[in-house]
């Protein structure tokens, strides 16, 4: 039986030997070669699609820190924010304590139309219990979300009413913005603060812009802090409004493609006034190309710390089950002719991804002098001829350093274990109508609201609760701006979103430096005409 068994393997093996020897051995073949080794003879049941999968990943990480692969559900979560909508019910929440509370309904959304409110804690969705059986936000939203037009039934418990309310929301497309945020800060500055660079994002930022105008706006300040970036021609299409019409955008170039130019293609209909663009070393990709077209073409001024240096240019390859590639095809160059792509060694992404720790240690955020451009690096803008550097990330104008002091353990412990945002959701539950009926607007809420010490013992109060254990010295560092942040979160919960940045921003340096730059018409004109 052995000798039979051991004589079965090797005429197995002879075959597999001669099939290999008579094909023609390319590497494509090679692979599908194993693949058809691993199916046919492996110990056990093989999952396919999963080893294909696997195989397709490995791949693109031998090549750059930004070619993808993402499987069918994935591509969806990818794709769904810069496509500017998805379908659900139409709220904003948040989980704690395994109970999910409505922060905000989406005006004139699903929920919205049906009645339910700010605050309401949704016990039931569909036929799923959903307080109190510690499920994960993915799984919460996976429920709540469908097609649109489908039903769904929650019960709800509301403050002050005994039983559960029953509500059936029809589900419907809920828009995702892009601009968070849009005010006068003060009588002749507008500020715009833009999260992601999505299919309606010029849509949305002109129509923000022709609001600020009617208020007055003269100048303006454009905020990508922490902007991750998203698509290129979305980008390209919020430049057209402050340049004039023939203004290089960017261009992209590759080994395997054509060399594409983006122009104005028009005057843009805000190109006069002084701009001053934000950023930090979380803006990348599209925040990169903005800021760049900005700079190079002396259009305003960049105040911030260096850009994350993401200039490499994926072009998704869908697949038929749903799944997509994203692979760098280019590299996009600002109009000056710098790439902004930080170095990487092919295969190196864990490497690649320690960069921004890197330039922590080596004291860059504190202080310009710690960042060093070779000379092989440097280019000069279009019109003032100013020298810039390319190489890895966009090196701001102005340089702001990051503000630590802050910070404390005892306020991260706050933040991390969500007592924080907790106290403001039970604050606000328990005061909305006295809150409203006090402060009908934001601005009055902003000019007249203030975060009293009883509030601050209930917080710290909160965090015990929370196994937050009060730490004094910990406590006196982060006193004020945990003030700031709770009246932010407090307006942003009574009105919208954009008001937690009317509150939170007078305490960030970057922002008050670009306020005080654009007021200051020597110093920007000094910086732009060096």
Same mark, same amino acid.
């Given at each position: 039986?052995?000798?039979?068994?051991?004589?079965?393997?090797?005429?197995?093996?002879?075959?597999?030997?001669?099939?290999?020897?008579?094909?023609? %051995?390319?590497?494509?073949?090679?692979?599908?070669?194993?693949?058809?080794?691993?199916?046919?003879?492996?110990?056990?049941?093989?999952?396919?699609?999963?080893?294909?999968?696997?195989?397709?990943?490995?791949?693109?990480?031998?090549?750059?820190?930004?070619?993808?692969?993402?499987?069918?559900?994935?591509?969806?979560?990818?794709?769904?924010?810069?496509?500017?909508? %998805?379908?659900?019910?139409?709220?904003?929440?948040?989980?704690?304590?395994?109970?999910?509370?409505?922060?905000?309904?989406?005006?004139?959304? *699903?929920?919205?139309?049906?009645?339910?409110?700010?605050?309401?804690?949704? =016990?039931?969705? @569909?036929?799923?219990?959903?307080?109190?059986?510690?499920?994960?936000?993915?799984?919460?939203?996976?429920?709540?979300?469908?097609?649109?037009?489908?039903? =769904?039934?929650?019960?709800?418990?509301?403050?002050?009413?005994?039983?559960?309310?029953?509500?059936?929301?029809?589900?419907?497309?809920?828009?995702?913005?892009?601009?968070?945020?849009?005010?006068?800060?003060?009588?002749?500055?507008?500020?715009?603060?833009?999260?992601?660079?999505?299919?309606?994002?010029?849509?949305?930022?002109?129509?923000?812009?022709?609001?600020?105008?009617?208020?007055?706006?003269?100048?303006?300040?454009?905020?990508?802090?922490?902007?991750?970036?998203?698509?290129?021609?979305?980008?390209?299409?919020?430049?057209?409004?402050?340049?004039?019409?023939?203004?290089? =955008?960017?261009?992209?170039?590759?080994?395997?493609?054509?060399?594409?130019?983006?122009?104005?293609?028009?005057?843009?209909?805000?190109?006069?006034?002084?701009?001053?663009?934000?950023?930090?070393?979380?803006?990348?990709?599209?925040?990169?190309?903005?800021?760049?077209?900005?700079?190079?073409?002396?259009?305003?001024?960049?105040?911030?710390? /260096?850009?994350?240096?993401?200039?490499?240019?994926?072009? *998704?390859?869908?697949? *038929?089950?749903?799944?997509?590639? /994203?692979?760098?095809?280019?590299?996009?160059?600002?109009?000056?002719?710098?790439?902004?792509?930080?170095?990487?060694?092919?295969?190196?992404?864990?490497?690649?991804?320690?960069?921004?720790?890197?330039? +922590?240690?080596?004291?860059?955020?504190?202080?310009?002098?710690?960042?060093?451009?070779?000379?092989?690096?440097? +280019?000069?803008?279009?019109?003032?001829?100013?020298?810039?550097?390319?190489?890895?990330?966009?090196?701001?104008?102005?340089?702001?350093?990051?503000?630590?002091?802050?910070?404390?353990?005892?306020?991260?412990?706050?933040?991390?274990?969500?007592?924080?945002?907790?106290?403001?959701?039970?604050?606000?539950?328990?005061?909305?109508?006295?809150?409203?009926?006090?402060?009908?607007?934001?601005?009055?809420?902003?000019?007249?609201?203030?975060?009293?010490?009883?509030?601050?013992?209930?917080?710290?109060?909160? @965090?015990?609760?929370?196994?937050?254990?009060?730490?004094?010295?910990?406590?006196?560092?982060?006193?004020?701006?945990?003030?700031?942040?709770?009246?932010?979160?407090?307006?942003?919960?009574?009105?919208?979103?954009?008001?937690?940045?009317?509150?939170?921003?007078?305490?960030?340096?970057?922002?008050?430096?670009?306020?005080?730059?654009?007021?200051?018409?020597?110093? +920007?004109?000094?910086?732009?005409?060096?």
């Amino acid at each position: 039986m052995i000798k039979r068994l051991f004589f079965a393997i090797a005429i197995a093996m002879i075959g597999v030997s001669a099939i290999a020897q008579a094909m023609t %051995f390319t590497p494509d073949r090679k692979l599908r070669y194993a693949e058809g080794i691993i199916e046919n003879f492996y110990v056990d049941k093989v999952d396919t699609n999963k080893i294909v999968d696997e195989a397709i990943i490995a791949m693109l990480k031998t090549l750059d820190p930004h070619s993808t692969y993402s499987n069918p559900e994935e591509t969806r979560e990818l794709t769904e924010p810069l496509q500017g909508n %998805f379908s659900g019910i139409g709220i904003q929440f948040n989980m704690h304590e395994d109970t999910l509370y409505v922060v905000q309904t989406i005006a004139g959304g *699903p929920s919205e139309r049906v009645g339910i409110l700010a605050g309401d804690r949704i =016990i039931e969705a @569909g036929d799923s219990v959903i307080a109190g059986v510690k499920k994960k936000n993915t799984d919460i939203m996976k429920i709540l979300r469908g097609e649109k037009g489908t039903i =769904i039934d929650v019960k709800v418990k509301r403050r002050g009413v005994p039983e559960l309310l029953s509500f059936r929301i029809t589900r419907d497309n809920i828009p995702i913005y892009s601009v968070d945020a849009a005010y006068m800060a003060d009588d002749k500055t507008g500020y715009i603060r833009i999260s992601r660079f999505a299919q309606d994002t010029n849509k949305e930022v002109v129509e923000a812009l022709d609001r600020l105008k009617k208020q007055g706006m003269k100048n303006l300040i454009i905020d990508v802090e922490s902007n991750g970036g998203g698509y290129m021609n979305s980008a390209v299409e919020l430049c057209e409004n402050f340049l004039n019409r023939g203004d290089l =955008i960017v261009y992209t170039d590759g080994p395997r493609t054509n060399p594409y130019y983006f122009y104005a293609e028009k005057n843009g209909k805000y190109n006069d006034g002084r701009i001053v663009v934000m950023v930090n070393q979380y803006s990348a990709s599209a925040s990169e190309i903005l800021a760049g077209a900005i700079q190079d073409n002396d259009r305003g001024v960049v105040v911030g710390r /260096r850009t994350f240096g993401k200039g490499l240019v994926q072009r *998704p390859f869908p697949f *038929p089950d749903g799944s997509m590639i /994203r692979l760098t095809v280019s590299r996009y160059h600002t109009p000056s002719g710098r790439c902004i792509q930080k170095p990487y060694e092919e295969g190196e992404s864990d490497d690649y991804q320690k960069d921004l720790m890197r330039r +922590y240690d080596s004291g860059e955020f504190m202080s310009a002098d710690s960042v060093h451009f070779a000379d092989s690096l440097k +280019y000069t803008t279009l019109k003032n001829r100013r020298i810039v550097y390319g190489g890895g990330g966009i090196m701001p104008d102005c340089f702001v350093a990051i503000d630590t002091a802050f910070y404390s353990d005892y306020y991260r412990d706050l933040v991390a274990k969500g007592a924080l945002n907790q106290y403001c959701l039970d604050y606000v539950d328990e005061n909305r109508k006295e809150l409203l009926t006090k402060f009908k607007t934001e601005t009055d809420f902003i000019n007249g609201f203030n975060v009293t010490d009883e509030m601050m013992q209930g917080l710290i109060a909160r @965090g015990e609760k929370d196994g937050v254990k009060f730490d004094e010295k910990g406590y006196d560092v982060s006193r004020e701006y945990l003030r700031t942040i709770l009246k932010g979160l407090l307006a942003r919960d009574l009105y919208e979103d954009g008001s937690y940045y009317r509150v939170v921003n007078e305490t960030n340096p970057v922002y008050r430096e670009a306020l005080r730059l654009i007021n200051s018409l020597h110093e +920007y004109d000094l910086l732009l005409n060096p």
